[in-house]
């Protein structure tokens, strides 16, 4: 989740998956995969830094909870041999 501010209003957080754009139209406004628009205070800037924190602090907390099993199994993305078509 990421933290914006309405332009008019409180902060909430934002789930980043559900951003399909975002614009500056001179405010920053940001449209959600189901049709729904927010007006937000923080640059485009700001946000595309706040989705990379985001997914960051995530992928980075799979790595320590696999470091944390030890010798236990763990289920994982495994490469495929065949190629691709």
Do not use: C, K, W
């Not at 933290?3 to 399909?20: C, H, K, Q, W, Y």
């Not at 907390?61 to 010798?71: E, F, N, T, V």
């Amino acid at each position: 989740m990421i933290m914006v501010t309405r332009l008019n209003g409180p902060s909430f957080a934002l789930n980043p998956d559900l951003i399909e754009r975002v614009e500056a139209t001179p405010d920053t406004v940001i449209h959600l995969v189901g049709g729904t628009n927010y007006v937000v205070t923080e640059t485009v800037e700001e946000i595309m830094a706040r989705v990379r924190e985001s997914r960051a602090a995530v992928i980075a907390l799979s790595h320590l909870i696999d470091q944390r099993a030890g010798g236990t199994p763990t289920l994982r993305v495994v490469p495929s041999d065949e190629p691709e078509a």
